[in-house]
């Protein structure tokens, strides 16, 4: 069996302006960093084997605290990047309600974002995850193995793993630095813990 432990990226310049952030590069905030360290000290309690992220810098971020007390290689990754916003990746929720509301309509009647022109779909979402991740622990089988990737993006592969319909209940949405705990066997993912973040500081 390999153990999966997933987790999004901390706080970042994106999420305080409230924007898609996309594909779109945007750093840690000073929260966000001492989010990092949090997660860290959480993370030391695990023998983790190999580490993997996406290519955008909040998560290289994220995750080079761990890294280093881990003395390990952070391998980066383009199928573990963010959903895919189209015309309106990196800029803010205000703008695009100026410019189109039906996006908004769209994500409340539907619980995800769809209808942006050249946008990445739910279902590419989730291919490219799913076979990201699962070429990533046939790799390391019997290991421990830490992903640092997105909220939207995880949100879609959690989803995916027990076939949950876009509008059913939702339980996948995903904190900064949320740590989710899977297991994977004989080709199956099966999920363990979602969206933990017990490890953060309390903040005013």
Not at 32 to 48: S, T, V
Not at 60 to 66: A, G, K, L, M, S
Not at 163 to 185: F, G, L, P, R
């Amino acid at each position: 069996m390999t153990s999966i432990i997933l987790v999004r990226h901390a706080e970042c310049e994106g999420n305080v302006i409230n924007a898609l952030t996309g594909r779109t590069e945007f750093k840690l905030t000073k929260i966000g960093k001492e989010m990092a360290q949090d997660l860290a000290k959480e993370l030391k309690k695990y023998k983790i084997d190999v580490i993997y992220s996406s290519l955008s810098t909040r998560c290289i971020e994220t995750i080079r605290p761990t890294a280093k007390y881990f003395n390990l290689k952070i391998n980066v990754c383009e199928d573990l990047m963010e959903k895919y916003f189209g015309i309106y990746d990196g800029i803010t929720w205000k703008e695009v309600n100026k410019r189109d509301p039906k996006i908004m309509e769209n994500k409340r009647k539907f619980n995800e974002i769809r209808g942006i022109p050249g946008q990445e779909t739910t279902e590419q979402v989730e291919l490219r995850m799913k076979q990201c991740i699962q070429e990533i622990v046939e790799k390391n089988r019997e290991k421990t193995v830490l992903i640092c990737s997105h909220g939207c993006a995880i949100y879609t592969f959690l989803k995916g793993i027990e076939e949950v319909n876009s509008n059913e209940e939702d339980k996948y949405s995903q904190d900064n630095t949320a740590i989710n705990k899977i297991e994977y066997d004989n080709g199956k993912f099966v999920i363990k813990e979602i969206n933990q973040t017990n490890h953060l500081r309390k903040r005013n």
